[in-house]
T-cell receptor
Framework: GAGVSQSPRYKVTKRGQDVALRCDPI?????LYWYRQALGQGPEFLTY????????KSGLPNDRFSAERPEGSISTLTIQRTEQRDSAMYRC???????????FGQGTRLTVV | TQLLEQSPQFLSIQEGENLTVYCNSS?????LQWYRQEPGEGPVLLVT?????EVKKLKRLTFQFGDARKDSSLHITAAQPGDTGLYLC?????????????FGKGTHLIIQP
């Protein structure tokens, strides 16, 4: 596709369940970012990849959060043993273009009940 | 990680008024970008400023990059209700984005008709 695609758009899960959020970036973009965004706030950095290499995961809140991008394209953000405080909009962005800019997906709205 | 501080956090003004929002950092950025985000959507790039002292205009929006490349401002002339949204500044940590992209917390702008 032409843009960044995220799935699912909405996810409601019970506390304690694991969830996997998917991001399909713009083809050819090297860098892929994961952000978490609270309502009315700017994106909070979680982690990012160059190709398949995770360059920085300092923004991941704790060890229940992990991300991978095994073939340097699609990425998955996994949250294990979800807690209510994990409820948020999770956004993926790929970086590219000339001049470069961040292209955001529609996000996944995660609700933990 | 370099931090970007945006001010004000919230701003509500009447249609036709002028306003300025600010993005400040103690760090030097190779460039800064301004994004606008509407409810339910991801941020969309408005402009990139690269050179210290640079001024760019986008219709009624004027963007300026500080001489020392540590700050930027967005000035809106004769604001319209359609300008309502979350305005975010962002900058690459180093290497033009390959080492991470930092966002400010945003300025939530409401233009009252």
């Amino acid at each position: 596709g032409a843009g960044v695609s995220q799935s699912p758009r909405y996810k409601v899960t019970k506390r304690g369940q694991d969830v996997a959020l998917r991001c399909d970036p713009i083809s050819g973009h090297v860098s892929l970012y994961w952000y978490r965004q609270a309502l009315g706030q700017g994106p909070e950095f979680l982690t990012y990849f160059n190709y398949e290499a995770q360059q920085d995961k300092s923004g991941l809140p704790n060890d229940r959060f992990s991300a991978e991008r095994p073939e340097g394209s699609i990425s998955t953000l996994t949250i294990q043993r979800t807690e209510q405080r994990d409820s948020a909009m999770y956004r993926c962005a790929s970086w590219g273009g000339a001049p470069p800019e961040a292209f955001f997906g529609q996000g996944t709205r995660l609700t933990v009940v | 990680t370099q931090l970007l501080e945006q001010s004000p956090q919230f701003l509500s003004i009447q249609e036709g008024e002028n306003l300025t929002v600010y993005c400040n950092s103690s760090s030097v950025f190779s460039s800064l970008q301004w994004y606008r985000q509407e409810p339910g959507e991801g941020p969309v790039l408005l402009v990139t400023v690269v050179t210290g002292g640079e001024v760019k205009k986008l219709k009624r929006l004027t963007f300026q990059f500080g001489d020392a490349r540590k700050d930027s401002s967005l000035h809106i002339t004769a604001a319209q209700p359609g300008d309502t949204g979350l305005y975010l500044c962002a900058g690459p940590n180093s290497g033009g984005g390959a080492d991470g992209l930092t966002f400010g917390k945003g300025t939530h702008l409401i233009i009252q008709p």
